[in-house]
């Protein structure tokens, strides 16, 4: 991964807690739940990255970073969020390996995280989630990268449209995220 402490320290100084995730993978090296409610020290965050210098990067999502992240990896997803974003709103947009992550602003009470939104490879990452950052690797050997990045427009509120179709879904499974879940070292 090309990364440097800066970038992942410009996450954190934008208040998102920023956790070590396997190179090339998705579980977190540490346990994280403290990290839900608060954002880690410079000293640690350098710490963890100084002993994994490989490790893919976790942006913790929910109320400790006003951060909601819709994952999008379809293109039924895809065609669903075209439909429900309106075409002046401007966000943060990463690029993943499968498709897409756009960030919002959480909105007021949060949100509990969900796959398979309306039926389609649609996820939500807020309270109790994490999102994996760019620059990081997948398995597959793609980078995470910004499309449009977070110093070039602020976070978005969450079109009410897509808070409507997350909260009808019954069938959208919501995902407790295992806030201990650390890889072995």
């Given at each position: 991964m090309i990364c440097t402490i800066e970038l992942i320290l410009s996450y954190a100084a934008k208040g998102w807690p920023t956790i070590p995730i396997e190179p090339r993978g998705k579980k977190p090296l540490i346990p994280w739940a403290d990290f839900q409610q608060r954002v880690p020290t410079t000293e640690e965050v350098q710490a963890w990255f100084e002993k994994w210098p490989d490790a893919n990067i976790g942006i913790v999502t929910g109320k400790i970073s006003q951060l909601i992240v819709v994952d999008v990896d379809s293109e039924q997803a895809q065609a669903t969020?075209?439909?429900?974003?309106?075409?002046?709103?401007?966000?943060?947009?990463?690029?993943?390996?499968?498709?897409?992550?756009?960030?919002?602003?959480?909105?007021?009470?949060?949100?509990?995280?969900?796959?398979?939104?309306?039926?389609?490879?649609?996820?939500?990452?807020?309270d109790s989630g994490y999102v994996v950052a760019p620059p990081s690797v997948h398995k597959s050997g793609l980078a995470y990268e910004w499309i449009v990045s977070p110093n070039d427009a602020a976070l978005a509120e969450l079109p009410q449209s897509i808070i409507d179709l997350i909260e009808k879904d019954s069938k959208a499974q919501l995902v407790a995220t295992p806030a201990l879940s650390v890889m072995s070292t």
């Open positions: 969020i075209d439909k429900l974003l309106p075409d002046s709103l401007v966000t943060p947009v990463a690029k993943t390996a499968k498709g897409k992550h756009y960030y919002f602003v959480r909105p007021p009470g949060g949100l509990q995280n969900r796959v398979r939104v309306d039926g389609v490879a649609l996820d939500v990452r807020c």
